[in-house]
Every structure is written in structure tokens, then in C-alpha cells.
């Protein structure tokens, strides 16, 4: 039995890499594009976090020490 290529195929099989090739190019970078925008998220989320822990009150601030067992 002999298999053979025709350029018609070899054509569209060229068409279908090409779209899945595009496709996985789009992918990355959406990927790409939400993983910066994460970090930007968890990096702003950090700052507000400090910003309300320096806002505590002194005295309302756990001291060293409390909470530990006693035995």
C-alpha cells in the first residue's frame, strides 16, 4: 500500500498549524497579560494592608509575648 501527499493537503494542513499556531499565540499571551495584572493586584493588595496596619492604634497593638501558653 502507498500513502502519498497531495499539495492540496499538504495546503490545508498548512492552514490548520498556522490557526492552531495563532491560537496558542493568543493564549499566551492572555496568560501573559493576566499574570502581570495579578501581581499588580497582590502588589497593591500588600500596600493597602501595610498602609491599614500602620493606621492600628499603639495601644490596641498585641505585645510581644501575649498568647502564649502558660503552664
Known sequence: MRVGTT???????G????RAD???????????AYSVEAEQA???EDARTMRDLQGI???VRP????????G
Open 57 to 59: 492604634p499603639t495601644a
Open 7 to 13: 499539495p492540496e493537503v499538504v495546503k490545508i494542513m
Open 42 to 44: 497582590r502588589r497593591l
Open 63 to 70: 505585645h510581644r509575648g501575649t498568647g502564649a501558653a502558660r
Open 15 to 18: 492552514v490548520w498549524i498556522r
Open 22 to 32: 495563532a491560537g496558542l499565540a493568543r493564549s499566551a499571551a492572555r496568560n501573559a
